[in-house]
């Protein structure tokens, strides 16, 4: 049995470790017996380089939309609350124009900071340990090496069978074996907080466009319950677009997302009513 782990793009990330590229464990009956809730668990096999996959292509776009809908969903809900708690106040177009815009604004810079810090936060934290790691690599490898074991044998693996993992991945990128299995960081779990945060905003700003310019450009007093019907569907479409990409079905997360908007934008829109100057 070959097992193949690309740790592919530790380099690339900065982490200045062995070369990396493909290890292959052929490791035999053995792993394919224990190992198999545990190794293929923890590694999940990856298409070799050069490996043709007609899915990779959606697989990697669904991965970058994927964290931007809850985003994208804060937006319209955020700005829709906004537009219709001020729609209900019956303030003048001029005024609801200018809230909802603020509201957009504010949101996304918010957004953007919010997750911005919180990120770096776990970035410093990563980087921390990678450092304390590789310390201690130099400083005490027969001691790593013990650690990786020890922590190979507490996932299922036998004495032996754990001692040659240990030791194959030690030779192979010590710092990616023991990153991986002692805080989990993989090279794809490394933050990239501007980008990020920047991708957030985005997802938010652009969910919150939508519900400002419904409350703009239509006129008179259908203004508020088009809006509400507007940000309905749009909300329901998330949910549908979250459920696709989890291959879950879609009607509890299409009812689920567009009630929780309508009833938020209800109790804004009287909230706006009740506070009416
Ligand atoms: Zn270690």
Aim: with cysteine; hydrophobic share 45%.
């Amino acid at each position: 049995m070959t097992l193949t782990f690309l740790p592919s793009a530790w380099s690339a990330k900065g982490f200045n470790c062995r070369p990396s590229g493909l290890l292959k464990l052929n490791l035999g009956e053995q792993v394919a017996t224990q190992g198999s809730g545990i190794l293929a668990g923890r590694y999940p096999h990856r298409p070799r380089l050069g490996e043709a996959s007609p899915l990779k292509g959606a697989r990697r776009i669904a991965g970058w939309i994927r964290p931007q809908v809850p985003e994208a969903s804060d937006g319209i809900l955020t700005s829709a609350g906004i537009c219709e708690g001020f729609a209900g106040a019956g303030v003048s177009r001029s005024v609801l124009i200018f809230a909802g815009f603020a509201g957009l604004v504010a949101g996304t810079l918010a957004m953007g900071a919010v997750e911005y810090s919180k990120l770096r936060a776990e970035r410093d934290r990563q980087v921390a340990q990678l450092a304390t790691e590789r310390v201690r690599l130099e400083t005490a490898p027969d001691a790593e090496l013990d650690e990786l074991t020890k922590l190979y044998v507490s996932r299922g693996l036998s004495p032996d069978l754990a001692r040659q993992v240990a030791t194959e991945l030690t030779t192979h990128d010590a710092l990616a074996a023991h990153a991986e299995a002692e805080y989990g960081i993989t090279s794809t779990s490394l933050t990239s907080p501007l980008r990020d945060a920047l991708a957030m905003s985005a997802a938010f700003a652009a969910g919150a466009v939508l519900p400002w310019l419904a409350i703009v450009l239509i006129p008179g007093p259908s203004r508020a319950p088009v809006t509400f019907l507007i940000v309905l569907a749009a909300l329901a479409l998330t949910g549908w677009i979250s459920a696709r990409i989890s291959d879950v079905h879609p009607m509890l997360p299409m009812v689920r997302t567009a009630s929780i908007g309508g009833l938020s934008m209800l109790i804004t829109y009287f909230a706006g009513k009740l506070l009416l100057p």
